[in-house]
């Protein structure tokens, strides 16, 4: 136990890089994912491939792979950008994928009147989805989007495979120091099993507030 | 495709549709332009840069990369279901000695990151004196953490199962086991087939992580080879090409094996 108290600043920066990189791009990810939702479900033919290019591309490319390109790619074509933003782009990019799978599914089971009846008041396809449509799809999708954050969260430990020193990469650093991995690779684990038990908690929570009985 | 949202366009909405078409084409179009114009910029284009990936022995090293990619997979995936189909009867078992660590492990495991498990299997393991060949320390953590998912996809499917199916074998004296295995069993594995092609194709993703262990699968090999070669985006780029083109078979076999049982069980209800 001494070892993760001996280390508690380094394992902390850790963890705060962590928090950062899963709150920003879950953020990020989620403005992208209604962006992709929109498109998936808008009546023009172009706009649709377009979403469904997007989700196709990123759902079937490994996220290590688009973080080992961007890392390590960009900066040859001349795009030099923060570590740190880098990594917080590309999860973004990546999980916007599953969130607007999400998304649409939720769509798809809001129930057709909804959307006649918008269109009915006159309402245009931007208004309908975004006053009628969106705010009951979020409603249902509220414990795949929970998955999808603990998942996210898992994900942000890719970035440390690229050089970002988050919790799992500062677990590993302090390893090779002290060479004691069970106290601490099992402390990083607990950590990590906190904020999925915390993201858990507050999903049940707020499913339990929105979700709509049909 | 539902067309919930949007009625037959009238001749305004045509005009709005045809806009937004030549916008959407536009804007993919410039976002194309200015990638191939920031690649020019840097010489990243030069046909010296790219010529490699046209030559056969370019082609058979990536390959042997992807096999090994494909090895890994194969071997995770079959002790993962193995491993998960357990846990997934333990999860539904009437016996708590079963249930409960079933249970503990599926939502630990769940909540964990593999690159942990990866660092664990590298760096702790071989301190207690198992130091695993390169292959299984990349299949094991693998396995680990897939087996959680595969529990649940089972565990779901045995759910989805109607309970007269299980009474019905009970009521004909086949024992609770026999039931599961003749009865329940093969109709569940029918129903999960698509969720099990899909979760490989999450599996064979993590693959990638060979890039951490120094396995040589397909990603680890690029990043051999980019060091060598200098190539760093062409061989990246490449990669990437070939992983999408292999998950995106998968995927679109799994997409066909619903529809096929969506289309079994509209026939089904149909004649019913």
């Not at chain 1, 688009?66 to 740190?84: H, K, N, R, Y």
């Not at chain 2, 005009?15 to 010489?43: I, S």
Request: net charge positive; with cysteine.
């Amino acid at each position: 136990m001494s070892v993760i108290l001996d280390h508690l600043p380094e394992l902390w920066q850790g963890l705060v890089v962590t928090l950062q990189l899963t709150a920003a791009s879950f953020l990020g990810a989620a403005v992208l994912g209604v962006v992709v939702t929109a498109l998936r479900v808008s009546p023009v033919r172009v706009l649709r491939a377009i979403g469904t290019a997007y989700v196709e591309t990123f759902q079937n490319l490994p996220l290590l792979v688009l973080l080992v390109l961007a890392v390590f790619g960009l900066p040859e074509i001349g795009i030099q950008a923060d570590l740190l933003v880098t990594a917080i782009v590309v999860i973004a990019v990546y999980e916007a994928a599953y969130i607007g799978e999400a998304l649409r599914s939720g769509v798809n089971a809001v129930s057709k009147g909804q959307g006649e009846a918008a269109r009915a008041i006159g309402l245009t396809f931007t208004q309908s989805l975004r006053h009628v449509i969106l705010p009951q799809a979020l409603r249902t999708v509220v414990q795949p989007l929970g998955n999808i954050f603990i998942a996210l969260t898992m994900n942000t430990a890719l970035a440390g495979a690229v050089g970002v020193i988050d919790l799992t990469a500062a677990a590993n650093r302090v390893n090779l120091v002290e060479a004691q991995p069970i106290p601490i690779f099992v402390g990083a684990g607990l950590a990590y099993a906190l904020l999925a038990a915390c993201a858990g908690f507050v999903t049940g929570r707020l499913e339990k507030k929105l979700v709509i009985l049909r | 495709m539902s067309t919930m949202l949007f009625d037959e366009p009238g001749p305004r909405a045509r005009r709005r549709m045809r806009v937004a078409t030549v916008l959407g084409a536009l804007a993919t179009v410039a976002l194309a332009v200015l990638a191939v114009r920031q690649f020019a910029a840097n010489g990243q284009l030069d046909a010296a840069r790219w010529q490699p990936y046209a030559t056969w022995p370019m082609w058979r090293y990536l390959l042997t990369g992807l096999g090994s990619t494909a090895l890994a997979a194969v071997v995770s995936a079959a002790l993962a279901m193995a491993f998960g189909l357990a846990l997934g009867l333990g999860r539904l078992s009437p016996r708590r000695w079963a249930r409960v660590p079933a249970a503990g492990y599926v939502e630990v495991v769940r909540t964990v990151p593999a690159l942990l498990l990866v660092y664990v299997v590298l760096f702790a393991l071989p301190r207690y004196g198992l130091d695993l060949p390169l292959f299984w320390k990349l299949v094991v953590p693998l396995s680990v953490s897939h087996a959680a998912s595969f529990a649940e996809i089972f565990r779901a499917g045995i759910l989805s199962v109607e309970r007269g199916q299980s009474e019905a074998g009970l009521a004909v004296g086949l024992t609770p086991g026999r039931t599961m295995r003749l009865i329940v069993l093969p109709q569940a594995a029918r129903r999960v087939l698509p969720s099990i092609v899909s979760q490989s194709v999450g599996l064979l993703k993590d693959t990638s992580l060979g890039f951490v262990v120094s396995y040589t699968e397909l990603l680890y090999s690029s990043k051999v080879l980019a060091n060598y070669n200098g190539l760093l985006i062409q061989t990246y780029i490449v990669v990437a090409l070939v992983y999408l083109v292999v998950n995106m078979s998968l995927s679109k076999l799994a997409r066909t094996l619903e529809a096929r049982r969506r289309a079994v069980l509209r026939r089904r209800t149909t004649r019913a």
